[in-house]
């Protein structure tokens, strides 16, 4: 993977990233009044596939989401202040007219479809999108939400009729605070290939998930990607302070280009967020 690319992943990633912090700190200081799902620890695997998928590919999916979603949004081309003014609960001029709030962002520039609130519902929906539309598609779910039924079934039907589909599962290995080895013994990637799809698992590291771009839309195909969720699954907090955070990885894996950016993005976003929490 050459160094160019992936400070071009790393760029999406600190976008994301701070967009994160704000959302944190808003939220704190009770400025955000709604529930949030943060996707801070999570951000690499957007960021890597946008950066695939639409900069490189030139493609633009269907593409669908559950509730951790900001870091999707942002990386394939939300608008940052739409999403911004969305969680600060503005009606008129939000990504979903405030009718979404941080889990259900829709927004038709970008082909993002808002999801309904029960869970995985997105996956049998977004199958039903490619069916009809022969489009590629990018559905995104958690682990937790990969074991509702209706999940399954569906994975089974998109293998059946070969659709250009990408499942990724965002395996933080929590359904809140459960973990998966108390919820089950199976792995996704072992049940898509039992659907005779392709199916993987892999870390949120963007050397490995580059690996599988050729197979992008060529036919189904399930990626069960192993990430960390920095902050609680609802809210602003913190289970713990020592799990790892790609984020940090990257960073001191790119040096002072890294650095660079990261001090860019936290000023460009920082600004952001203050210009519209003074139209308040």
């Not at 590919?57 to 999707?72: D, E, G, M």
């Not at 869970?119 to 990018?138: C, D, E, H, L, R």
């Not at 039992?194 to 399930?222: A, C, H, T, V």
Request: hydrophobic fraction near 40%; include cysteine; aromatic fraction near 10%.
């Amino acid at each position: 993977m050459n160094k160019k690319l992936r400070i071009k992943i790393f760029e999406k990633a600190a976008l994301c990233r701070h967009f994160e912090m704000n959302a944190y700190k808003y939220y704190s200081q009770k400025k955000i009044t709604i529930p949030i799902y943060l996707s801070a620890g999570q951000e690499f695997i957007s960021a890597t596939l946008a950066t695939i998928i639409k900069d490189l590919k030139k493609i633009k999916p269907l593409i669908f989401v559950q509730h951790r979603c900001h870091s999707t949004y942002l990386s394939f081309g939300g608008d940052i202040n739409q999403l911004i003014i969305e969680l600060l609960g503005n009606i008129k001029f939000s990504t979903t007219r405030g009718m979404g709030g941080s889990a259900s962002l829709f927004s038709k520039e970008i082909n993002m479809y808002g999801h309904d609130g029960h869970m995985g519902t997105q996956v049998p929906i977004g199958i039903g999108a490619s069916f009809t539309s022969k489009k590629p598609t990018i559905i995104f779910m958690g682990d937790a939400s990969a074991e509702e039924d209706y999940v399954l079934g569906a994975l089974g039907w998109a293998s059946t009729k070969k659709l250009p589909v990408l499942f990724i599962v965002e395996d933080n290995n929590l359904s809140i605070l459960t973990k998966k080895k108390i919820r089950r013994n199976w792995d996704m990637h072992d049940v898509a290939r039992s659907f005779k799809m392709r199916g993987y698992d892999l870390k949120d590291n963007p050397e490995e998930i580059i690996n599988f771009q050729k197979y992008f839309f060529k036919e189904p195909m399930l990626l069960n990607i192993n990430t960390n969720r920095l902050f609680w699954h609802s809210g602003a907090g913190k289970d713990s302070d020592e799990v790892f955070d790609r984020y940090e990885s990257e960073k001191k894996i790119l040096g002072n280009v890294a650095e660079e950016l990261d001090k860019k993005l936290e000023n460009k976003i920082k600004t952001k967020w203050e210009k519209q929490l003074e139209k308040l």
